[in-house]
């Protein structure tokens, strides 16, 4: 009898590690079977639409060539005036631009007379005056440009809900993301256009046709636009069309132009010294490489006679 029963507990023991390989193989299976099943389901949701929210933007802003890009950048006065015009003919009427002066634009080629003459197609309210109360009066140069709403809730009302952003900074706040290893040669290359590089991508990207995976992402009183940073469509509708702003210089009036104009204004009115900053930089650098060569032809004149 002892023998029998430690004959059923050798084989239980011997059992034992089958039942559990049996158990985790088993285990693996269903594992397996589950992570298929999750993928093929992945798979069929992408295929419908309802994938993982993709990447913004869905298209990278091409780059273009500017007259202010580069180490010897210079500002081109025409275009400058050129995309003043398209802002206060058609973007003044949503964006405001707070932080520039009529008065600075006397940089952008105009005369005293003429800054004179342009403040004062604008209302600005001033005040209290002697009986305490706010009063309209023509704009000034010391003025800066008025908003077209009283305040940020006005203007959301006024917009869908989405208060249109100040341009004043805005070619320096927004840029797409440029990924390893093109940030690098950035560096090289000073590249500083990635505002008005993603400012006329956006205004010219509208009209395409959205991709199935971003479908049910559009919502009724928006604007697929595949450039748009913050999602696959925006509240704003397109801004401009051919022939909207009228060009007396012979400049193309199409939407690409008045793009390239308006966005090179707004990289001025975001850094208006950004040409002399370059040119000083410029400057300083020959000056710091001719020094290094004075400062090591000294050192060598120095020490010549001196035994190392």
């Known amino acids: 009898m002892t023998k029998l029963l430690s004959a059923l507990l050798a084989f239980g023991l011997m059992a034992m590690p089958l039942q559990a390989a049996m158990a985790q193989d088993k285990t693996e299976s269903a594992a397996a079977s589950a992570g298929a099943a999750s993928k093929d389901a992945g798979q069929d949701a992408a295929a419908e639409g309802h994938a993982e929210l993709p990447h913004f933007p869905l298209k990278e802003p091409p780059e273009l060539s500017w007259s202010f890009a580069g180490p010897f950048g210079h500002w081109d006065l025409g275009q400058l005036q050129r995309g003043l015009k398209v802002y206060k003919e058609v973007c003044s009427a ?95 290359t000073q590249y500083q256009q990635g505002g008005p590089d993603y400012i006329h991508a956006l205004i010219t990207g509208y009209g395409q046709t959205p991709p199935k995976s971003v479908e049910h992402l559009i919502q009724d009183g928006t604007y697929y636009n595949p450039y748009f940073m913050s999602g696959p469509a925006l509240a704003m509708p397109p801004p401009l069309s051919d022939g909207q702003v009228e060009y007396t210089d012979g400049t193309p009036q199409t939407v690409d132009q008045y793009a390239r104009d308006v966005a090179a204004f707004m990289m001025w009115a975001a850094e208006p010294h950004l040409a002399e900053r370059k040119a000083t930089g410029f400057v300083t650098m020959i000056f710091l490489i001719v020094f290094a060569g004075l400062l090591f032809a000294v050192k060598r004149r120095v020490w010549a006679n001196t035994p190392h």
Do not use: W
């Open 94 to 188: 949503c964006h405001s631009m707070r932080l520039v002066a009529f008065r600075n634009l006397k940089a952008l080629g105009y005369s005293d007379d003429q800054v004179k003459a342009f403040a004062a197609q604008y209302t600005v309210k001033d005040g209290p005056n002697g009986d305490g109360e706010m009063f309209d009066r023509p704009g000034i140069p010391s003025d800066y440009f008025p908003s077209p709403f009283p305040n940020h809730e006005a203007a959301a009302a006024a917009n869908n809900g989405a208060a249109p952003p100040d341009f004043s900074l805005l070619a320096k706040a927004r840029a797409a993301e440029r990924g390893f290893p093109t940030f690098l040669f950035d560096l090289v």
